[in-house]
């Protein structure tokens, strides 16, 4: 949506509201979307198709063993497919920081370049562009969505798999770490909470990130939320 309109939000001064107004009409899931705006958005998707026609049917499947991988993985067209002879490097996007030694390595000879960040290219609608990332879809929304399109309902399944994956492995983790320190020292060392409740206890020190208070021992994010919205992703 940001590439599409960032002539005029680059240019123009435009407030946060009817950015996100426009965004979700342009989604096609708000008060005054249009069905074929989610439809078209929905067709846009086309990984699914690209990926069928290497070979690939389960889309879900080739997101586990791009995963599984590394971030890449190679595909070599079968003999029918309009792209017989060719072969498709699929990267998963969760690893776009190591792209470059991944088509260095597996494409010698090619470079990967990357562009500065939105927000660089565009400060004067930083903020709008912060808020359509920050947009989050709602069950209704994600079926209006994916609707026509089985690979996109397959993708955005998976994902919101590996998220309540990860929330309830922080829940196992956290609680694991707090009676294992327990039991080794008799009682969990306490500590101030993020939100300066006095009293909760941690399994040894917490470290700060830019987006999680990190326990060591459980080393992952604590205060997970299984109600959390599905963040957008078509900001960019």
Avoid at 165 to 184: A, I
């Amino acid at each position: 949506y940001f590439e599409h309109h960032k002539d005029r939000l680059c240019k123009e001064s435009e407030s946060v509201e009817k950015t996100k107004s426009d965004y979700i009409n342009w989604l096609g899931t708000g008060p005054n979307g249009k069905a074929e705006n989610a439809e078209h958005n929905s067709k846009a998707f086309i990984s699914g198709d690209i990926l069928s026609r290497f070979g690939a049917q389960n889309v879900s499947r080739a997101l586990e063993l791009v995963t599984q991988r590394g971030g890449a993985s190679h595909y070599t067209a079968p003999p029918g497919s309009v792209f017989h002879g060719c072969s498709l490097l699929f990267l998963r996007l969760e690893f776009a920081d190591a792209w470059p030694d991944i088509i260095e390595r597996e494409v010698p000879g090619v470079k990967f370049r990357r562009t500065p960040p939105t927000s660089d290219r565009c400060p004067e609608a930083a903020a709008n562009y912060e808020a359509i990332k920050a947009h989050s879809f709602t069950k209704a929304d994600v079926a209006k969505i994916t609707a026509k399109n089985n690979a996109l309902a397959e993708t955005w399944r998976f994902y919101e798999d590996e998220e309540r994956g990860k929330q309830h492995r922080t829940v196992r983790s956290l609680k694991r770490g707090v009676f294992t320190k327990g039991k080794e020292s008799g009682k969990a060392k306490t500590r101030p909470s993020s939100r300066g409740t006095p009293g909760r206890e941690f399994p040894e020190s917490t470290v700060s990130t830019p987006n999680y208070q990190m326990s060591k021992r459980a080393n992952v994010p604590q205060g997970a939320n299984n109600n959390k919205p599905v963040p957008s992703k078509g900001a960019q």
